[in-house]
T-cell receptor
Framework: KAGVTQTPRYLIKTRGQQVTLSCSPI?????VSWYQQTPGQGLQFLFE???????NKGNFPGRFSGRQFSNSRSEMNVSTLELGDSALYLCASSLGGSQEKLFFGSGTQLSVL | QQQVKQSPQSLIVQKGGIPIINCAYENTAFDYFPWYQQFPGKGPALLIAIRPDVSEKKEGRFTISFNKSAKQFSLHIMDSQPGDSATYFCAANPAGTASKLTFGTGTRLQVTL
């Protein structure tokens, strides 16, 4: 069974640009959640999508958005990039139950110059 | 109240030693406490998890001890090996929100020969 796939692996953008990251969950998983990982703030929850609907949201500004498609694939968008958005963005998938195991991808390393 | 405090920040043990990583939480709504292991360049991977109705759980060389009254939990790694060298994160989430994990700040473990 293929794991969680995130593309691209690395991305370099400049301030003010926007970026879209992609995540393909494990087959059969309906929940996709996104996390930001930085050395200073650690791992922080961004949002979760389940059956194409945002089910949970973290404390990030509206510049961070996402969506989920009918095949459970998800995209995350960050508009008007800031230097502080440089981070490893991790996607995790699960079946969607209340205490399901999360499976993380290897992440997209975003650098904002 | 959403924080999970983790210590130590880093830990060096010899092969065969028993590293112990501690976490404390404040939010009494948390009812699921997983531990994740992360290697460089990879996403976190679930090691073991516990619910507050159990005081200890063991899976292979990994053991979680849980003290509900003190709101603390810890990870013990028995007979540690160089391959266990990684960063370990404790986490917690409230009932019904498996994807919305609050992570500790991480412990970088190095197991020497």
């Amino acid at each position: 069974k293929a794991g969680v796939t995130q593309t691209p692996r690395y991305l370099i953008k400049t301030r003010g640009q926007q970026v879209t990251l992609s995540c393909s969950p494990i087959s059969g998983h309906r929940s996709v959640s996104w996390y930001q990982q930085t050395p200073g703030q650690g791992l922080q929850f961004l949002f979760e999508y389940f059956s194409e609907t945002q089910r949970n949201k973290g404390n990030f500004p509206g510049r961070f958005s996402g969506r989920q498609f009918s095949n459970s694939r998800s995209e995350m968008n960050v508009s008007t990039l800031e230097l502080g958005d440089s981070a490893l963005y991790l996607c995790a998938s699960s079946l969607g139950g209340s205490q399901e195991k999360l499976f993380f991808g290897s992440g997209t390393q975003l650098s904002v110059l | 109240q959403q924080q999970v405090k983790q210590s130590p920040q880093s830990l060096i043990v010899q092969k065969g030693g028993i590293p112990i990583i501690n976490c404390a939480y404040e939010n009494t709504a948390f009812d699921y406490f997983p531990w994740y292991q992360q290697f460089p360049g990879k996403g976190p991977a679930l090691l073991i998890a516990i619910r507050p109705d159990v005081s200890e759980k063991k899976e292979g060389r990994f053991t979680i001890s849980f003290n509900k009254s003190a709101k603390q939990f810890s990870l013990h790694i028995m007979d540690s090996q160089p391959g266990d060298s990684a960063t370990y994160f404790c986490a917690a989430n409230p009932a019904g929100t498996a994807s919305k994990l609050t992570f500790g700040t991480g412990t970088r473990l190095q197991v020497t020969l």
